[in-house]
């Protein structure tokens, strides 16, 4: 801590002399009997002045100056049975400031080269400790002065002891600064695996703060290139959470493992730091050597799911693209989420959807009905616009069980399950059916699906006419019949006129033509413009001509 500037007065008249460099005024007032033990605020004396400002002159001055004086008194420290001029000299060549630094620590911290050798020949302690447990070598290293810290090994300061309340030897701090003239020197003498408080190994700096050159130094070297933090971080995945591309190849050049465990708390690998953070071209290079069973084991984790969860539509895109499972496993016990999808949807709070949901949709995601759910219980159809983009509704009886076939390119069928739990969801979402029922229909859905009690039970007035114009009302079973009457009764439906009667032989024709080509072909390829027909005619074969139905008042969504 420097006070000068507001303390100037305390410093003495030879501190000042040998701080400017004015060597003979120095030498004057030595000679005219001016202490040399004058300490300032800080607690400095001339010498400290001297080394720190690299007056090596005026070292020797008062080096000189301490040692004569130290001579004069020879005689009386003799007669009291001890002290040698040599020894006094050594006193005052380690005097301490406030603050525990040395001349030569004050000097090292500089790069004062001159004036480390004259204090090292006065025989200052190498290796003194300051208040904050740094010493002369540390301080050099942290200034990145590369001949001084050459003087000091060479002159024996001990290089492995730590320096800073986190355990830091020089090693860590010339990496952490990235002075590979340095480092080069150290590997020769430090001990390459000493750890910090949490086991932090040189290496791992260099790789953490993409320091390449420190890097490449060490492990040729020898560092160990897989050494674990004390969380079981290793060098490749600090690296690859930071983006350091350089170091990753690197690292993975010279045998790092992208497979080993990183954490204690759930399967975190390289490639799960790449993907969170972001960073695609180191993405890209742990994507070709990483061990696919992270992306299908139970035991594992999809960085499916690390990326979705830190918005990383690019990386999403491409561990899609590089042929990782939209269809991850499920992590419900190790991160509470049931698929990479159902996690999407749940950060798409804000919006109808988030990129992340629309890139997995698109790679065929398996649709479950905690994925209806979102689209169908709700006045917004975004989602279920975006899942009838990307999916084709099949006819039933098309379907087997595990069926996925695509009937043009970027599309895919639902599954029989998927159908299933789509129907289900549905039924039990009627109070939307405004919504997304026209949306269902004229994406190709069979309407005898939905021709349930429950439907007609609880489809309000509109959603029910509308429902009722892609069936031949007349042909519903006595049950169904006699809902739709009990609703009449109690109006609490009010059905189009045409309902009273026989359908129109025109409406009998297209739903017999719907049932012949499926309603997804009809309702959504060009069948239809190819049938020997006045292209008058097609819109109403298309069901167009039918109003879609409105949701006036939107039910509160349970979501």
């Avoid at 519903?476 to 006129?497: C, D, G």
Wanted: hydrophobic share 40%; with cysteine; glycine share 6%.
């Amino acid at each position: 801590m420097d006070f000068t500037e507001c303390y100037g007065d305390t410093v003495s008249g030879v501190a000042a002399a040998a701080r400017s460099g004015c060597r003979q005024r120095l030498r004057r007032l030595i000679r005219g009997g001016h202490s040399l033990d004058c300490r300032d605020n800080r607690g400095w004396v001339a010498l400290h002045e001297a080394a720190a400002a690299g007056r090596a002159g005026c070292v020797q001055e008062v080096l000189s100056a301490a040692g004569g004086r130290a001579g004069c008194v020879q005689e009386v420290l003799s007669a009291a049975g001890g002290g040698s001029s040599r020894g006094c000299r050594a006193q005052y060549v380690n005097s301490l400031t406030h603050e525990g630094e040395s001349a030569c620590y004050l000097a090292a911290q500089r790069g004062h080269l001159a004036v480390v050798r004259l204090l090292l020949k006065a025989h200052t302690d190498i290796n003194q400790l300051t208040n904050d447990s740094s010493c002369p070598l540390y301080a050099a290293v942290e200034g990145g002065h590369k001949e001084v810290v050459e003087l000091l090994v060479r002159k024996g300061a001990e290089v492995n002891r730590t320096h800073t309340p986190s355990c830091w030897t020089c090693l860590h701090q010339a990496v952490f600064k990235g002075h590979g003239d340095i480092v080069r020197i150290l590997v020769n003498v430090c001990h390459l695996e000493a750890l910090d408080d949490h086991n932090i190994s040189p290496l791992f700096v260099a790789a953490q703060y993409g320091k390449q050159e420190c890097l490449e130094i060490l492990i040729n070297a020898g560092a160990n290139v897989n050494i674990q933090a004390a969380d079981l971080a290793t060098p490749l995945l600090i690296a690859s959470q930071e983006g350091h591309q350089a170091c990753v190849d690197l690292l993975l050049d010279h045998g790092a493992d992208p497979n080993k465990d990183c954490s204690s708390n759930w399967p975190q690998l390289p490639i799960h730091a790449a993907a969170e953070f972001g960073h695609i071209g180191v993405l890209r290079r742990l994507i070709a050597v990483t061990d696919r069973v992270c992306d299908r084991d139970d035991n594992m984790v999809s960085p499916l799911y690390v990326a979705i969860h830190s918005h990383q539509n690019r990386c999403v895109e491409l561990l899609l693209r590089e042929g990782y499972s939209p269809n991850a496993q499920d992590c419900t016990r190790s991160l509470g989420l049931s698929s990479p999808l159902s996690f999407a949807l749940c950060h798409s709070s804000t919006q109808p959807y988030s990129e992340c949901v629309r890139l997995l949709v698109a790679a065929g995601v398996r649709l479950a009905e905690e994925t209806w759910i979102p689209a169908l219980a709700t006045d917004k159809t975004d989602l279920l616009e975006l899942i009838l983009e990307h999916r084709l509704i099949p006819r039933p009886d098309t379907l087997t069980r595990h069926c996925s076939v695509s009937h043009h390119p970027g599309k895919t069928v639902l599954t029989l399950q998927e159908l299933r739990e789509l129907i289900c969801v549905a039924l039990n979402q009627v109070r939307f059916a405004a919504c997304w029922l026209p949306l269902l229909l004229k994406a190709g859905l069979e309407p005898s699906l939905l021709l349930q009690p429950h439907m007609l039970e609880h489809a309000d007035s509109d959603a029910l006419n509308y429902f009722l114009q892609f069936v031949n009302w007349s042909t519903l079973s006595a049950p169904l019949k006699q809902i739709l009457f009990q609703r009449k009764v109690e109006k609490t439906w009010e059905p189009f006129p045409d309902f009273d009667s026989i359908p129109h032989l025109s409406h009998i024709c297209r739903l017999k033509l719907r049932a012949v080509l499926g309603p997804d072909r009809l309702m959504r390829t060009s069948a239809v413009q190819q049938l020997p027909v006045p292209s008058l005619l097609h819109s109403f074969l298309q069901f167009r001509d039918v109003p879609e139905a409105s949701l006036s008042r939107p039910p509160a969504s349970p979501l």
